[in-house]
């Protein structure tokens, strides 16, 4: 079943991808993570999301986080479901992405992105593949 991009469905359907793969491996700059990620334009309004030592986002943000990332629902999805890293920096270089605090983790994870392993690659497929084409509101 698809899903909507940043649901609550969906972060469950993520998270619940996790125990399919605990084989997949966490890099070092990822476990250092303590990242909020604001969403300016959702269609729930501002969704504010943390990751914290893992690969899965959660809801709700960090009390004391390292970085703080504002984008856009497209910025967030080119990053988080598309793994466009390019998408990405362009987001960023046009304005749709702002950064505040360290940066530095951010561009660790951005190297570890680029080149997965086969598991965390069968991973992303499976985010890929629980994710609905933008515009399609209900499950599918």
């Keep these: 079943m698809k899903h909507e991009f940043l649901s609550d469905e969906w972060l469950t359907a993520v998270t619940g991808l996790r125990a399919g793969f605990p084989e997949v491996e966490i890099p070092e700059q990822v476990r250092q993570l ?23 986002l959660r809801l709700g943000a ?16 080119d990053l988080f479901v598309n793994a466009d890293i390019a998408a990405a920096l362009e987001a960023f270089m046009v304005g749709d992405m702002d950064v505040e605090g360290e940066i530095a ?11 997965l392993t086969a598991n965390q690659a069968a991973f992303h497929d499976q985010i890929v593949a629980l994710t609905a084409e933008p515009g399609h509101d209900a499950a599918l």
């Design 105 to 115: 983790p951010l561009v660790e994870m951005q190297q570890t992105v680029a080149v």
């Design 34 to 56: 303590a990242v909020n990620f604001e969403i300016t334009d959702c269609r729930w309004g501002v969704r504010r999301l943390h990751l914290d030592g893992t690969v899965d």
């Design 62 to 77: 960090l009390a004391q986080p390292r970085t703080v990332v504002t984008m856009t629902y497209a910025a967030a999805r």
